[in-house]
């Protein structure tokens, strides 16, 4: 057990690990917190907040992956503007997986918001929906949402910078509106950037769709994890 000046100890919490995307050099890792069926994105207290690779993996260097169930350690709660799910992790101590949930725990998960927060009709080029002005933030009060789509487009196409890699996006629909989103999850983009510039087509899938800290006057929302039912036991 850690303890830190002032006498406060870390407190152990077990998440289901519901995303693991790219993040300012490190990553964003998120879950549902098991006892209490909340949000939860572990932080460090760098400015940027992202997760270093020493801080994140397992004893055994194994990275955590959608549906592992992590136990962890968590300082402090230290919410940043809407994003209500953030607590300083303990990096002194390793993770440890649990073992992992079933596709049919992942359904007892989802959520049914009637929007993903704020649908102004302000989209980016290749994107539909996938921003909020930075002047509408005080009408959101967290960050991150687990909803189930029947299906979902994933469009590569050339970066618009030469230097970059491969633009990655998830078009879907959700409760009577159609999203377009850059996808953040590093293993899908990975995966989907060696296939190539193309459009490919996802069946049934969760997706945790995550919205960011503002970036040039603008909040955008992401897709943070795709988890596709027929790679998941039921």
């Known amino acids: 057990m850690s303890q830190f000046p002032g006498g406060q100890v870390a407190i152990t919490k077990q998440l289901v690990c519901l995303a693991n995307s790219r993040k300012h050099g490190g990553r964003c890792i998120a879950g549902i917190d098991i006892k209490s069926n909340t949000w939860i994105r572990p932080i460090s207290s760098r400015s940027g907040h992202e997760v270093s690779e ?29 994003q209500s799910e953030n607590w300083i992790l303990d990096s002194s101590v390793r993770w440890e997986k649990l073992g992992r949930i079933r596709w049919d725990d992942l359904r007892r998960l989802e959520q049914r918001p009637t929007r993903l927060w704020i649908n102004s009709g302000d989209s980016t080029a290749r994107g539909l929906n996938d921003r909020v002005p930075v002047a509408r933030q005080g009408e959101i009060a967290d960050s991150l ?24 996006r998830a078009e879907f629909h959700h409760a009577g ?10 293993t899908y983009e990975e995966k989907f950037r060696k296939r190539g510039i193309g459009t490919y087509r996802l069946a049934e899938s969760f997706l945790t769709v995550s919205l960011g800290e503002e970036f040039r006057g603008y909040l955008y929302k992401m897709v943070a994890a795709i988890i596709e039912c027929h790679q998941t036991n039921r």
């Open 54 to 82: 020493s801080e994140r993996k397992y004893r055994n260097g194994a990275e955590p992956s959608a549906l592992d169930v992590i136990s962890m350690q968590l300082v402090r709660h230290r919410q940043h503007g809407f």
């Open 145 to 168: 949402k687990l909803i189930r789509v029947n299906s979902a487009t994933i469009l590569v196409d050339r970066p618009y910078d030469a230097n970059r890699e491969l633009d990655v």
């Open 177 to 186: 509106s159609t999203y377009t989103l850059k996808v953040t999850d590093s």
